[in-house]
């Protein structure tokens, strides 16, 4: 399929978006995902209520686009579209007073009519965008935007502006599904008469699910983070949709979420006390001192501040806090509470505040500026929950310095690394079990390094604060959702070099290896290049000649490449052997039974690429005594040869060259040892040569052939003993 050049459009539904209007985690991922997909190329309409609690700053800067009517049920409903630019991003807001000119967003008695009512203008809406904006991915955020997936199928299905629309659905928590009397299906929703949705969205005789609606229509369901997408396809976390999410598990992924990382900023925050970066924390220790005077607490830097910011509710694991905080009050833990829920547990905190004066503070209520100078005084922040989707607590705590103490489960169980003891790693502390023993034990690992080790401590604050959170890793695991749903859409070159760079980084490697062997005379010294380059590269390329014994040859040379002078002998033991393989070819193809004639051809075609040691090796080669001497003075060269370059014409020259290519292309040395013996008694020679050539291609994986070839030879015993101890340093 030829790809387009024209940028993926997406179309996002939340009911909520930050900075407009938040009630929890929904609203910061709305307020930053797109912002992110933006950045990364993608063009992004945000769609979301117009809530008479939106700030009248903000409704200043909206204009009218356009408006429609949307058909629910048996009503028309009048529907506005009123937009807004605000960093870059594009928002539709969507306006109907009669559901949405409300005190708060949620929790009223029509919540299923003025959400079915909010996915049905979404869908609506798609053919009311601005000129040239055509969307390729619809994506819907929990209960509220739910049913879109189910309209646009249902109704919209063969129009030519929705045959491309692909649609993705988020569960950010899968507790809250939306579900209500089926009576709405005819009167609102109006597909009681259609089998299939009818089916499709009812989860008893009596109730319909909008959530089960989106899980089965949509084409592909994301949740916010790995480990929560597992943990939601079994009875205990799936809250009943299990079954379905199993079925459709092949759809399902878990993208965790990130933070805006300029919003919540220890250097530039001007709601904390004092400012700080991961290099000087010194303002921390600041924050600190003026959080515990403002809470009533000792003013006292040795003992370690625990903060919760927090929903008093269960799902939090409140029940384990009642449990387990007499224990650590009482074992010198300071602890500051921040939030509201359920009653009893705003009882139990005010308890322990009165019993535990200066030591336990709680504030019951919701106070925005108040959680971030407690993100930045405290030394350990804790978030025991029984479960939790991603969580952001733990991951702003992480940004301002503050060590995470959490139960390993969803996101939690993603972002935070625990502490290991033995290695130093990790990002804070964790526990496994809905157990109060388990998290006060958890809460005094932390304790005891903060007061034993304090080096160890602020490494591991230093570890936290290093973490990448940013929402630009997030976006581009969702394009690549996005763009696997629409392949015939080019993806923008920005994020297509960014996922390729590792790649190219590789490349030139393995090109510099071929290079040398083309440029090179094609005899035998570039093959031994070759085949140096290719072992010093993990034996990638293995030369096309003898291959058996060639492998052989380039592992035990890869190994001696990178070791000391000693390690260098053998290299060049093991090149006499890569070159008698070459003269065995050689021999081959002239005749076997002329094996001592070929011999003697080989050995001068090869030395005459070193010239000036030619005549050297000549004189080798008229009598037994310049043999043995010359042998010995290899066993030095042979050292040296290691690092001696492409064209050595001195012995001065090699020397100097003592680096590793040498030792690819001082081959011809180590041929001329075998033939010594074969001037010194060639009667014989001709017996030896027929032996070498079949010996070599025998042993496969005998690389040291050269201890063979002197047995057999009868050589002077000063050249035995110095290929033996070859042979040996080899084998070691």
């Not at 049913?147 to 809250?176: C, M, W």
Request: contains cysteine; neutral net charge.
């Amino acid at each position: 399929m030829a790809q387009t050049s024209k940028k993926i459009q997406i179309v996002f539904a939340s009911a909520e978006c930050a900075p407009f209007v938040k009630t929890g985690g929904l609203g910061d991922v709305a307020g930053s995902l797109p912002a992110a997909l933006v950045r990364a190329g993608a063009e992004v309409i945000v769609m979301v209520p117009k809530y008479a609690t939106i700030k009248d700053e903000y409704k200043a800067q909206m204009e009218h686009f356009s408006d429609f009517y949307v058909s629910l049920g048996w009503r028309n409903e009048y529907c506005g579209l009123e937009k807004l630019e605000h960093d870059g991003v594009t928002y539709m807001f969507i306006d109907n007073e009669r559901y949405f000119a409300r005190d708060y967003p949620y929790g009223f008695f029509d919540d299923g009519e003025r959400f079915a009512f909010f996915s049905k203008a979404i869908t609506e809406s798609l053919q009311h965008l601005p000129a040239g904006f055509e969307c390729d991915i619809l994506h819907c955020n929990d209960w509220q935007t739910a049913l879109a997936p189910v309209f646009l199928r249902e109704f919209y299905q063969g129009l030519p502006l929705y045959d491309r629309v692909k649609t993705v659905f988020s569960i950010h928590n899968v507790a809250f599904q939306g579900q209500f009397s089926d009576t709405v299906m005819e009167d609102i929703l109006g597909v009681a008469h259609i089998p299939a949705a009818a089916s499709q969205l009812r989860c008893d005789a009596c109730s319909i699910n909008y959530m089960l609606g989106a899980l089965r229509y949509a084409d592909a369901i994301t949740t916010v983070s790995p480990t929560y997408a597992n943990e939601i396809q079994t009875p205990e976390f799936g809250e009943g949709l299990d079954g379905v999410l199993r079925e459709r598990s092949y759809a399902l992924q878990g993208i965790l979420n990130g933070i805006d990382v300029a919003g919540f900023d220890p250097a530039t925050d001007k709601r904390i006390a004092a400012n700080y970066t991961v290099e000087d924390r010194s303002g921390k220790a600041l924050c600190k001192a003026k959080l515990q005077e403002e809470l009533g607490l000792e003013v006292r830097d040795d003992r370690p501040l625990m903060v919760m910011v927090t929903r008093l509710t269960r799902q939090k694991g409140m029940d384990l806090v009642m449990y387990a905080l007499d224990r650590i009050l009482a074992g010198g833990v300071q602890v500051a509470v921040l939030g509201t829920g359920d009653r009893d547990y705003e009882d139990g905190l005010r308890y322990f505040q009165d019993k535990y004066r200066g030591t336990m503070a709680a504030r019951i209520e919701f106070d925005p500026a108040l959680s971030q100078r407690m993100y930045a005084a405290a030394d350990m922040f804790l978030m025991p929950s029984k479960f939790e989707p991603c969580g952001l607590s733990q991951i702003i705590a992480m940004r301002y310095g503050t060590l995470p103490i959490v139960r390993e489960t969803g996101g939690l169980k993603d972002t935070v690394i625990p502490y290991n003891e033995f290695t130093g790693e990790g990002t804070g502390f964790s526990f496994r079990n809905f157990n109060g023993d388990e998290m006060g034990d958890a809460v005094f690992r932390a304790a005891r390094l903060f007061w034993d080790n304090r080096d160890a401590w602020n490494q591991l604050v230093t570890q936290a604060m290093s973490q990448d959170f940013s929402w630009t890793r997030s976006a581009d695991k969702y394009l690549d959702l996005y763009f696997f749903m629409h392949p015939e859409i080019e993806r923008p070159a920005a994020v297509v070099e960014a996922a390729a760079e590792p790649e190219v980084v590789a490349e030139p490697e393995p090109k510099a290896e071929v290079k040398p062997v083309e440029a090179e005379p094609a005899k035998a010294e570039p093959e031994v290049k070759a085949e140096v380059a290719s072992e010093a590269e993990a034996e990638v390329k293995p030369a096309a000649k003898p291959a058996a014994k060639k492998t052989t040859t380039r592992k035990t040379t890869a190994k001696k490449a990178t070791t000391t002078k000693a390690a260098a002998s053998k290299t060049t033991a093991a090149k006499g052997t890569t070159t008698r393989k070459r003269t065995t070819a050689a021999a081959k193809k002239a005749a076997e039974a002329e094996a001592a004639p070929e011999v003697k051809a080989e050995t001068p075609a090869v030395e005459a690429k070193p010239a000036a040691k030619a005549p050297a090796k000549t004189a080798a080669k008229k009598t037994i005594t310049t043999a043995k001497k010359a042998t010995a003075a290899k066993t030095t060269t042979r050292k040296r040869s290691t690092t001696t370059t492409k064209k050595t014409t001195t012995k001065a020259a090699a020397t100097k060259a003592e680096a590793k290519p040498a030792a690819v292309k001082e081959e011809p040395k180590p041929e001329v040892k075998p033939e010594p013996a074969p001037k010194a008694a060639e009667v014989k020679a001709k017996t030896k040569a027929a032996p070498k050539a079949e010996a070599k291609p025998e042993p496969a994986k005998e690389t040291p052939v050269s201890p063979a070839a002197p047995a057999e030879e009868k050589a002077p015993s000063k050249k035995t003993s110095v290929r033996k101890a070859t042979a040996a340093r080899k084998r070691r």
